[in-house]
């Protein structure tokens, strides 16, 4: 997020949420939008296919089809343009390339738009007229306009937006993601990215290799890597032999199921460390034990760039232990094995760390945007957001004020990309997935709790009421199969106008009926993130 999550709940003049059941899955900033909505009086637009809860406090619910999120947002973009709205001082003196912005842009008016989205051009226009007169905005979003083959330029198109709108590096506004899970960004942070090291340094620069070589001892190809993605399904290629997979379940998470599960019975060697044996358990060669949050201390980085400590209340349970332990051992059992893989002269290379804050120095050493973050600091009770630039900083809870981090705001022209699948005549309905408030992810800790599964103990698939009628469903205990290209799953349907005609709604927290039996395997070119969102399905009555 560029902005703090305080800062758009108290300074935002209008929201802007796009593809975030934000209530259900960010629930303590949903609360903070919900009262600022309802204290403050400030508008709220929702951009989803789904009526979610938040819609319903919402001022516009623009309830356009899935994967049509970049026709949207020109739309609201060629409106603003036409109304005269767009920052002209702020184009001028911090962005560039707007001329061939705007030639793009001006390709999407709001009866094609409309013809796109299914969205009346009506609420196109208020949508815009509101986005126009009250800055400023905050624009936020989650993997509700990711998941898709084309979830970059989504979210370039949103970029494009709040540069359009002058909204960048002030208070209330911004472009702000929603991370799916409490450590995400500090994965992302810490090297988690298979074309960065830690800090968003590049792989391939020259300069940043001989950085982390001469502290760890060991240089590395100049070479981007593989994300899961890609890796997993690679095994029955030939090319990936061992996956280690740590507080992850890919057989539950991961597209088109039955596929990942070929491509981890084939793999050579597989290590799993996790809490419980979960659904990727009966794949491993070796089980190890980490602990939770509860069992070591350490850091997240939470959605808002904010660096919190995390303290041990408990010892570790069994014989599991920390993550960073396990993963120490491990690293120097590879060195005694393999020495000439590692110069142990270098500073980091030994892998005897005493704590982690002897960890967080070493992160402070290396990575720019932490350089000033301490366990110290942390302890002392400061608010740290990245980049924290030295120990006397006081961290930044707005990024890009006065400037950008690389100069001007580039406006990116982005045409709209259907799909991978649309609705045909074996496939008539497309399901969208993802989570429910009861339930997380996998569900592999969410479906041990018993009152949880008293609430929500059983898959449950959206289906509109019109289309129930077609489909023979009678309003009772209705089980329903869904079968689309790459898998069946049976379900008990629930009957919603939630969703709209034409569109079905699935979770993947039940191994028995998981959404991503069903979910197809086509990646974003840029990102490698699968397309969730849209998958032709066939339902029926069973």
């Not at 343009?81 to 390709?107: C, M, P, S, W």
């Not at 979830?151 to 960048?168: C, F, K, S, W």
């Not at 869904?482 to 034409?502: C, F, Q």
């Amino acid at each position: 997020m560029t902005n703090a999550m305080d800062d758009i709940a108290e300074n935002a003049e209008a929201f802007f949420i796009i593809g975030s059941n934000t209530t259900s899955q960010h629930p303590v900033f949903g609360t903070k939008l919900r009262r600022a909505i309802q204290q403050r009086g400030t508008p709220l637009i929702v951009a989803d296919p789904r009526r979610i809860d938040i819609s319903d406090i919402a001022t516009i619910h623009l309830q356009h089809k899935g994967g049509t999120d970049t026709a949207l947002i020109n739309g609201l973009s060629y409106l603003i343009l036409q109304n005269g709205h767009e920052d002209k001082e702020f184009i001028a003196k911090r962005t560039e390339d707007f001329e061939e912005y705007r030639a793009v842009i001006q390709d999407y008016p709001p009866e094609k738009v409309s013809e796109i989205t299914g969205v009346p051009v009506e609420m196109l226009k208020e949508a815009a007229e509101i986005m126009g007169t009250h800055k400023p905005m905050a624009v936020m979003w989650a993997m509700g306009i990711t998941q898709h083959i084309k979830g970059v330029r989504n979210v370039m198109a949103l970029a494009g937006l709040q540069m359009l709108l002058g909204n960048m590096g002030v208070q209330g506004g911004g472009t702000n993601p929603l991370r799916g899970q409490n450590n995400v960004q500090g994965a992302c942070d810490l090297g988690g990215l298979p074309n960065n090291f830690p800090g968003y340094q590049k792989v391939f620069n020259p300069d940043v290799q001989k950085k982390f070589a001469d502290a760890w001892g060991r240089g590395t190809a100049p070479k981007v890597g593989k994300t899961v993605t890609e890796l997993v399904p690679e095994v029955l290629e030939g090319n990936t032999h061992a996956i280690y997979v740590l507080g992850e379940d890919p057989i539950m998470s991961d597209p088109d199921t039955k596929h990942i599960r070929a491509n981890f019975e084939a793999c050579d060697f597989v290590v799993l460390q996790e809490l419980f044996e979960s659904e990727t358990a009966p794949y491993a060669d070796v089980l190890l034990p980490g602990s939770s949050f509860a069992e070591k201390t350490g850091t997240f980085t939470n959605t808002e760039r904010r660096v919190q400590m995390v303290r041990q209340a408990i010892a570790p349970i069994g014989d599991s232990r920390p993550d960073w332990h396990i993963i120490s051992d491990l690293a120097k059992r590879i060195i005694a094995l393999t020495p000439e893989l590692l110069s142990l002269n270098a500073p980091y290379s030994g892998w005897d760390y005493d704590s982690t804050s002897a960890i967080m120095d070493e992160i402070a050493a290396l990575t720019p945007q932490y350089s000033g973050i301490s366990h110290e600091r942390l302890e002392n009770g400061e608010r740290l957001q990245w980049p924290v630039k030295g120990y006397d900083h006081p961290g930044t809870p707005i990024l890009h004020v006065g400037e950008f981090a690389h100069g001007k705001g580039k406006f990116k022209p982005i045409e709209h990309v259907p799909p991978t699948e649309s609705p045909d005549d074996e496939y008539p309905y497309i399901m969208s997935t993802g989570r429910v408030l009861y339930h997380w992810h996998g569900g592999q800790m969410t479906r041990r709790v018993e009152g949880i599964m008293k609430v929500y103990g059983e898959s449950l698939v959206e289906v509109n009421p019109d289309d129930a009628a077609n489909i023979g469903l009678n309003g009772g205990e209705n089980r329903i199969r869904l079968t689309s290209r790459h898998g069946t799953i049976e379900s008990k349907a629930l009957i919603t106008e939630r969703v709209p005609p034409g569109m079905v709604y699935a979770n993947f927290h039940f191994p028995e009926a998981s959404a991503n039996e069903l979910t197809h395997a086509s990646l974003d070119p840029v990102a490698k993130i699968p397309e969730y969102k849209v998958t032709a399905v066939k339902v029926e009555k069973v």
